[in-house]
């Protein structure tokens, strides 16, 4: 897809009844060049018909977690076993579910395959996520038992100094349960897993849908060691540096470190790898290319959901057949809308606002 198509196809996305004179004045260019640009949109399959209708078979699944989120903000050093004066915001998380309201916010057809309880925060989170556009049809809901809930303190530049999570929930879901979502996971343009899913449910997807493209986030060590001897068998995988370090039983020392231990994965099986370095920007590979990308400095606000948004800024890119730099490129944009913003989901995560981040960055 070339960039002028990904435009007009995000300003169908907001209105699929925009005329094609609307179009070309938004964009500055000719109603005929629109005409072209819809035709080949149509050809390639991303909208269908009169009314530019969107392709409604494209969509992608999520298998991860959701849960409350609970953190506390500190304007000042924090003080170890101590009461410490801040602000304390309770919202919805979950890496799983980060990622799908990220691509939800993004345009994507979504639906998220978690499990929650019968409590009033599961009310909540299930009330909520259908109201940005999550579809929550296949979720677990388990009457007897409560939401998941992520506790996180952060220190005085937004990074978190510590966090607990209480994920047990999760363990409660089955390979027969995923075997009833079968349809959904066979039909899914891309299927999303995180780590917090039980590794035997991990291992049923990857073997059972390995034609589909299978993108992995590992969430953390701890969560990541189930699925060390099956990385092979992701489409794609984003780390940061720790989860890539014991991923690879590599050590990065320095960024000379990075090609190698990329390759490593790349080895495996993988087809993509994204390594994500904090302020260092990322290290991106295929099975043709790699590079470091840098990013520019910014002040952050709450880092908790910058991971989130790099995924969903992958998964973006995979659905759009993106040049891999290209992918990295946008996902470090979308990465960067989420750390400027208290929320752990941007309310500004849109791709017109991202592309506009990415033709700002001085990157390299």
Do not use: W
Not at 13 to 21: A, V
Not at 107 to 121: E, R
Not at 226 to 240: A, E, P, S
């Amino acid at each position: 897809m070339t960039g002028r198509e990904k435009e007009i196809l995000e300003l169908i996305k907001k209105n699929p009844l925009i005329s094609q004179k609307e179009i070309g004045e938004t964009l500055n260019i000719t109603r005929s060049s629109v005409g072209v640009h819809i035709t080949n949109l149509i050809k390639k399959g991303y909208i269908r018909g009169r009314g530019y209708v969107m392709n409604k078979t494209d969509y992608v699944t999520v298998v991860g977690a959701a849960n409350l989120d609970i953190q506390g903000f500190t304007k000042e050093k924090l003080i170890q076993r101590d009461s410490n004066p801040g602000e304390v915001k309770i919202c919805l998380g979950g890496v799983g579910r980060n990622i799908a309201e990220n691509m939800a916010r993004l345009g994507i057809d979504t639906k998220l395959i978690t499990a929650t309880g019968g409590d009033a925060n599961s009310k909540r989170l299930l009330e909520e996520c259908n109201q940005v556009g999550i579809d929550m049809e296949h979720v677990l809901v388990l009457p007897d038992a409560n939401a998941s809930v992520y506790l996180a303190i952060m220190d005085v530049d937004g990074d978190m100094a510590m966090a607990l999570s209480d994920m047990h929930i999760m363990d409660r879901m089955t390979i027969e349960f995923i075997k009833g979502k079968s349809h959904v996971l066979k039909n899914s343009e891309v299927i999303v897993v995180d780590a917090c899913v039980p590794e035997d449910v991990i291992a049923y997807i990857l073997h059972t849908f390995k034609d589909s493209k299978i993108l992995l986030d590992p969430v953390s060590i701890k969560k990541s060691r189930g699925v060390k001897d099956m990385i092979g068998g992701f489409h794609t995988i984003k780390l940061n540096r720790l989860e890539a370090q014991f991923l690879s039983d590599m050590t990065i020392q320095n960024h000379d470190d990075l090609p190698k231990l990329a390759q490593y994965f790349i080895d495996e099986g993988v087809e993509r790898v994204f390594i994500t370095l904090g302020s260092d920007g990322v290290y991106y590979k295929d099975r043709r290319q790699g590079g470091l990308l840098a990013s520019p400095k910014i002040k952050v606000v709450n880092a908790t959901g910058a991971g989130d948004a790099f995924m969903a800024g992958i998964i973006h890119g995979t659905l759009y057949d993106e040049p891999t730099v290209e992918i990295a490129k946008f996902s470090t944009a979308a990465a960067i809308l989420a750390l400027q913003h208290q929320e752990t989901v941007s309310p500004h995560m849109q791709a017109d606002t991202i592309h506009k981040i990415v033709k700002e960055m001085t990157i390299c």
